[in-house]
């Protein structure tokens, strides 16, 4: 079974750019869920989809932040400008069925942004 | 609001050496708990997770865990680390009435020769 897939793995731009990330769930799986993981920190969650519906996306900072996931299956997030601040690995997971608290989250590799 | 605490940031051991990695979660409610391990360059695999039942749980690689309800602790433990065992560790809650998953700020286990 193919895991989740990200692309790119690693991405630096300069401050005030914009980028983009790409992740491609578990096949089937139905919850997406978009992560931000500061040097030395626990991942914080950012957005998460059930479906191509957003359940949750209240620490999303949606002045430059912004996710989609067209027909359930892969997810886009974009950064638009960047801030200094927002290099980190930003880790997509998916989970299997409806979104549950007992569901186990498969994650991708990440990608590490470094913003300049 | 709900929070993870893991004290140890950083944990070496020697290869072979029991380990525990300290997990504290702060709920007035009920929660399911979660530890994952993440090698370097690579995403976060679950290595255990309890849910009800037996406070005692087994994982993958030979790690288990014990949910203490009276001390809202759910520690990490592994009688005999290797060398392959040195990574980064998190602990995660998640509220059974929100379904939102926390972080803690994970635990960096490196094994030593």
């Known amino acids: 079974e193919a895991g989740v897939a990200q692309s790119p793995r690693y991405k630096i731009i300069e401050k005030r750019q914009s980028v983009a990330f790409w992740c491609n769930p578990i096949?089937?799986?139905?919850?997406l869920y978009w992560y931000q993981q500061i040097l030395g920190q626990g991942p914080k969650l950012l957005i998460q989809?059930?479906?191509?519906?957003?359940?949750?996306d209240s620490q999303l900072p949606k002045d430059r932040f912004s996710a989609e996931r067209l027909k359930g299956v892969d997810s886009t997030l974009k950064i638009q400008p960047a801030k200094l601040e927002d290099s980190a690995v930003y880790l997509c997971a998916s989970s299997p069925v409806l979104a549950g608290a007992y569901n186990e989250q498969f994650f991708g590799p990440g990608t590490r942004l470094t913003v300049l | 609001a709900q929070s993870v605490t893991q004290l140890d940031s950083q944990v070496p051991v020697f290869e072979e050496a029991p380990v525990e990695l300290r997990c504290n979660y702060s709920?007035?409610?009920?929660?399911?708990l979660f530890w994952y391990v993440q090698y370097p360059n690579q995403g976060l695999q679950l290595l255990l997770k309890y849910l009800s039942g037996s406070t005692l749980v087994k994982g993958i690689n030979g790690f288990e865990a014990e949910f203490n309800k009276s001390q809202t602790s759910f520690h990490l433990r592994k009688p005999s680390v290797h060398i392959s065992d040195t990574a980064e560790y998190f602990c995660?809650?998640?509220?059974?009435?929100?379904?939102?998953?926390?972080f803690g700020t994970g635990t960096r286990l490196k094994v030593l020769a």
């Open positions: 995660a809650v998640s509220d059974r009435g929100t379904y939102k998953y926390i």
């Open positions: 096949s089937g799986h139905a919850t």
């Open positions: 709920s007035s409610v009920s929660v399911y």
């Open positions: 989809f059930q479906n191509n519906g957003v359940v949750d």
